[in-house]
Each structure stands twice: as structure tokens, then as C-alpha cells.
């Protein structure tokens, strides 16, 4: 999947690594212990319309960019967009989401 940011095609990858970006925002600790808690709070939060899920999603998705757009980039983005516009790219995140083994695995157990 490709979005359009500052007149730059970004590429979002929604496999593992997404899913290691989205624990690096969402670190859960116990003790000296640390959980990978990122996608099990985004996709619920991103589903129900959460703005900044939504901006984490994408953040984390263009791991792969090099150079990589900034938070503040795709913050810019979402706060430019039109609401059928931001449907639309919600609708085909979503889509991309439950195309990935790894997340899609992990959507079904949410449900």
C-alpha cells in the first residue's frame, strides 16, 4: 500500500516489523519485564476512530522508507484530509491489515 505525503510516495508495510514500530510507541512494563502491547491497543482504538491510533498506524508503517517521513508528517496529513478522504484511507488500512498473516492473526483474536 502507498500514500501521498509532501508530494512523496510513501510505501506502508503492515508485517512484523510494523507490529515492532507499534511496540516501540506502546511499551508495556512490569517489573523488569516489557510486553508488546502496541498492536493489541491500536487496532481496537485505530477501529473505533482514534485520530492519533490512526497516526500511529501509519507512522509506523513506513518503517521501511528510507528516508522515512517524520510523526509530524503524517500528523499534517490526517489534520489536511477531508473526512471521505480519511474513510477512504481508513477503509484500505484496514483492508492492507487483514492481509498481513502476523496482524490479521492477531485481529481475529481480538474479535
Known amino acids: 500500500m ?14 512484523i516489523r ?7 510507541l506502546s511499551p508495556v512494563s ?3 519485564m516489557s510486553f508488546g502491547m502496541g498492536l493489541t491497543k491500536a487496532i481496537p ?3 473505533a476512530g482514534d485520530p492519533e491510533a490512526f497516526a500511529n498506524i501509519l507512522y509506523c508503517a513506513t518503517f521501511a ?3 522515512r517521513p517524520s510523526y509530524e508528517d503524517i500528523e499534517d496529513y490526517l489534520d489536511s484530509a477531508d473526512v471521505k478522504e ?9 483492508e492492507n491489515l487483514h492481509k498481513s498473516s502476523v496482524v490479521s492473526r492477531a485481529i481475529n483474536k481480538m474479535s
Do not use: I, R
Open 65 to 67: 522508507n528510507s528516508p
Open 86 to 94: 480519511l474513510d477512504k484511507l481508513s477503509d484500505e488500512v484496514l
Open 45 to 47: 482504538a485505530f477501529q
Open 30 to 32: 512490569s517489573g523488569d
Open 18 to 24: 510494523f507490529v515492532k514500530e507499534l511496540n516501540k
Open 2 to 15: 502507498q500514500l501521498k505525503l509532501k508530494n512523496n510516495t510513501v510505501d506502508l508495510n503492515f508485517g
